[in-house]
Nanobody, 130 residues
Framework: QVQLVESGGGLVQAGGSVGLSCAAS????????MGWFRQPPRKEREFVAA????????DYADSVKGRFTISRDNAKNTVYLQMNNLKPEDTAVYYC???????????????????????WGQGTQVTVSS
């Protein structure tokens, strides 16, 4: 079973930037669809961003478009989330997730649903102060 470990969370002022990393185990990282989700305090988990196997296609929640960038380095088995111009409402626990099986489903139709992914990291806290 693949394992995911997030890093890079912390405290930042509004308008600042934070970069998150998610390191995955295994030899077949390049075959995984990868996503980022977050859970703000007292709110439900929500989709943030996702990226395809080769990193050629991405999908973002409307709330983060233009501010966040998802990327991956398959040689390092790592997916990244660069977060710029942070807002207090970005405060949340951020989770990375991996879909390790293929069944022909469409990335753009399914990647924003948590149920699409079978493996989750432990999460990392990002706190944005006003």
């Amino acid at each position: 079973q693949v394992q995911l470990v997030e890093s890079g969370g912390g405290l930042v002022q509004a308008g600042g930037s934070v970069g998150l990393s998610c390191a995955a185990s295994g030899r077949t990282f390049s075959s995984y669809i990868m996503g980022w989700f977050r859970q703000p305090p007292r709110k439900e988990r929500e989709f943030v961003a996702a990226i395809t196997r080769r990193g050629l296609s991405t999908d973002y929640a409307d709330s983060v478009k233009g501010r966040f960038t998802i990327s991956r380095d398959n040689a390092k088995n790592t997916v990244y989330l660069q977060m710029n111009n942070l807002k207090p409402e970005d405060t949340a626990v951020y989770y990375c997730a991996a879909r390790t099986v293929g069944d022909g489903t469409s990335f753009f139709e399914h990647a924003r649903f948590g149920s699409y992914y079978g493996t989750w990291g432990q999460g990392t806290q990002v706190t944005v102060s006003s």
